[in-house]
């Protein structure tokens, strides 16, 4: 598997901290507690329940166990971007019945969500396989899980955008509007502030139109975001560039379109439905022995 973006084990920690206060309250786990004898001990299976998913976030699965409790005993069978199929066994969890069953929901709440984006992702980058085009991910995702999706979009086969708005200039429809208020030359004039004020920084312009293409082009920017084209209009728009910048397919991407939008010439494919319009998929924690 190529390189993975780094999880942030310190963010992971604060969002499982979140989600076990929601889930326990004041009180507890009141049914486990009040039915399950405290020195019950079990032993769990995560199963998957989908005819084909890509895994992610078993490590995470596990992070919620150990914080709930240390001395669970979590084995993992399969590892971040193997190809799953129904019936298979991902991870076999030992320890204190109690433990176990209080965290079943918050550890299925998070692996299911990862695994629905690596496989939505493996998805979307087999359709271009084959060709120089990578699919992106973009920034619509679950506040608060960007790190984690975008690690699992990557498991998934597929690339990773800009991570937020630090780390890279992205000059939109709207910041090109706002900039066209001091009169012609918007994109000129924003790409040169944008190189003034962080040098540092890659530039990308979004371009609704074919003339914008070409003055982002002639600024010399890193990356022209092709927004809502045809396919022909980015053909033109592969001509105009010549090479100078990336060219980043966006807006109106299917999964129908994406085969053809790979043979045209353009670098990446960006989509929003590697993070935002995902299934979770089916994982079931099964008690396989009660003691």
Same mark, same amino acid.
């Given at each position: 598997? %190529?390189?993975?973006?780094?999880?942030?084990?310190?963010?992971?920690?604060?969002?499982?901290?979140? &989600?076990?206060?929601?889930?326990?309250?004041?009180?507890?786990?009141?049914?486990?507690?009040?039915? #399950?004898?405290?020195?019950? =001990?079990?032993?769990?299976? /995560?199963?998957? %329940?989908?005819?084909?998913?890509?895994?992610?976030?078993?490590?995470?699965?596990?992070?919620?166990? %150990?914080?709930? !409790?240390?001395?669970?005993?979590?084995?993992?069978?399969? @590892?971040?971007? !193997?190809?799953?199929?129904?019936?298979?066994?991902?991870?076999?969890?030992?320890?204190?019945?109690?433990?176990?069953? +209080?965290?079943? *929901?918050?550890?299925?709440?998070?692996?299911?969500?990862?695994?629905?984006?690596?496989?939505?992702? *493996?998805?979307?980058?087999?359709?271009?396989?084959? +060709?120089?085009?990578? #699919?992106?991910?973009?920034?619509?995702?679950?506040?608060?899980?960007?790190?984690?999706?975008?690690?699992?979009?990557? #498991?998934?086969?597929?690339?990773?955008? *800009?991570?937020? /708005?630090?780390? =890279?200039?992205?000059?939109?429809?709207?910041?090109?509007?706002?900039?066209?208020?001091?009169?012609?030359?918007?994109?000129?004039?924003?790409?040169?502030?944008?190189?003034?004020?962080?040098?540092?920084?890659?530039?990308?312009?979004?371009?609704? +139109?074919?003339?914008?293409?070409?003055? &982002?082009?002639?600024?010399?920017?890193?990356?022209?975001?092709?927004?809502?084209?045809?396919?022909?209009?980015?053909?033109?728009?592969?001509?105009?560039?010549?090479?100078?910048?990336? /060219?980043?397919?966006?807006?109106?991407?299917?999964?129908?379109?994406?085969?053809?939008?790979?043979?045209?010439?353009? !670098?990446?494919? @960006?989509?929003?439905?590697?993070?935002?319009?995902?299934?979770?998929?089916?994982? @079931?924690?099964?008690?396989?022995?009660? =003691?």
């Amino acid at each position: 598997m %190529k390189n993975l973006p780094a999880i942030d084990w310190k963010r992971v920690e604060t969002l499982i901290d979140l &989600a076990l206060s929601e889930d326990l309250g004041d009180l507890g786990d009141t049914t486990t507690t009040a039915c #399950v004898p405290e020195n019950a =001990r079990a032993q769990a299976i /995560l199963l998957c %329940k989908e005819d084909e998913m890509v895994l992610a976030g078993i490590g995470v699965a596990e992070k919620v166990f %150990k914080t709930i !409790d240390p001395e669970l005993e979590f084995t993992a069978l399969k @590892s971040d971007g !193997d190809l799953c199929v129904r019936g298979e066994k991902l991870a076999v969890i030992s320890g204190s019945a109690r433990s176990i069953l +209080t965290g079943e *929901r918050t550890a299925l709440n998070f692996i299911q969500r990862l695994c629905g984006v690596a496989t939505m992702s *493996r998805i979307y980058a087999r359709e271009l396989e084959g +060709t120089s085009c990578i #699919v992106l991910d973009t920034r619509k995702t679950t506040p608060g899980y960007r790190n984690l999706e975008k690690y699992a979009v990557a #498991v998934g086969g597929a690339g990773n955008h *800009r991570i937020g /708005l630090y780390d =890279r200039i992205m000059i939109k429809d709207n910041h090109r509007e706002l900039a066209a208020i001091e009169g012609d030359g918007a994109i000129t004039r924003a790409v040169d502030r944008a190189r003034a004020a962080y040098p540092q920084l890659e530039i990308e312009v979004e371009a609704d +139109t074919l003339d914008e293409v070409a003055e &982002a082009a002639n600024c010399g920017v890193e990356h022209i975001m092709l927004d809502n084209m045809s396919n022909e209009e980015m053909k033109k728009a592969v001509a105009i560039n010549a090479g100078r910048a990336k /060219l980043e397919a966006s807006g109106g991407i299917t999964l129908k379109r994406l085969a053809s939008i790979g043979q045209i010439g353009v !670098d990446f494919v @960006s989509s929003g439905a590697l993070t935002h319009s995902v299934r979770s998929m089916d994982i @079931s924690l099964d008690i396989e022995v009660c =003691r």
